[in-house]
């Protein structure tokens, strides 16, 4: 570089150094131009490098509702195929790296399985029906196609205000029957409140301390000028 810089100072004169301002010039707006296109093509080197997924992969990727399919994986950008929607994006790889992609697709276990949580929140029932609530759950599971037959959860986990709060964890070991067997556990759960005799679940009251004091001074008055 130095050998360039003066061998054109001798064949340029003082030409040379706004030359070489223009070439410097240039290169700043040539990186600045690239910048987003050689950072995408770093990121797609770190999705295969990691192994974060792959075409024909079910994810859960931030900003998308619901599950997406990988569809491939190009030098700039992932297309997605939107199964909400029938619709397909495509999303910088830059984007996929910077969010929080779960992948479904892998495997964490000896066989694949698919998590499905569910909470329900009961006012003012007994210990004794809730006690029946999760031992019928615990019998229901094991009869929904699609379901893993031993590994559930199913936990009176805390008192929430008046709320009785059942925590149930499932896993799905059939992505085909997804879901099926989500469809097919909350009908269960609300076969299993029918019998209960449960028609309503928690229901959150909220107190507004200033609005209260302002209808009990309304009523006050009201009461003050009729007398």
Same mark, same amino acid.
């Given at each position: 570089m130095i050998a360039a810089i003066k061998a054109s100072e001798i064949l340029l004169g003082a030409s040379a150094g706004a030359l070489i301002g223009l070439l410097g010039g240039a290169g700043v707006a040539l990186g600045l131009l690239f910048k987003d296109i050689i950072y995408d093509w770093c990121c797609t080197v770190i999705i295969y490098a990691d192994g974060l997924y792959k075409p024909g992969d079910w994810v859960v990727v931030d900003g998308v509702n619901g599950f997406v399919q990988i569809v491939s994986i190009g030098l700039r950008s992932t297309t997605l195929c939107i199964i909400e929607w029938g619709s397909v994006k495509k999303v910088p790889n830059s984007k996929m790296i910077a969010g929080v992609v779960e992948n479904w697709s892998? #495997?964490?276990? #000896?066989?694949?399985?698919?998590?499905?949580? /569910?909470?329900? #929140?009961?006012?003012?029932?007994?210990?004794?029906?809730?006690?029946?609530?999760?031992?019928? %759950? #615990?019998?229901?599971i094991p009869t929904i196609d699609g379901l893993h037959k031993q590994k559930m959860k199913v936990l009176f986990s805390h008192i929430e205000e008046n709320?009785?709060?059942?925590?149930?964890?499932?896993?799905? %070991?059939?992505?085909?029957?997804?879901?099926?067997?989500?469809?097919? /556990?909350n009908i269960a759960l609300l076969e299993i409140l029918e019998k209960e005799e449960i028609n309503h679940l928690h229901i959150e009251l909220e107190k507004q301390l200033e609005d209260y004091k302002q209808m009990k001074g309304n009523l006050v008055n009201e009461v003050i000028s009729k007398s």
């Open positions: 892998q #495997k964490t276990a #000896k066989t694949f399985q698919w998590g499905i949580n /569910l909470t329900l #929140k009961i006012d003012g029932t007994s210990a004794d029906k809730t006690s029946r609530i999760c031992q019928a %759950i #615990k019998e229901t709320a009785r709060v059942i925590q149930i964890i499932v896993y799905v %070991i059939d992505i085909n029957l997804y879901t099926a067997a989500q469809q097919s /556990l």
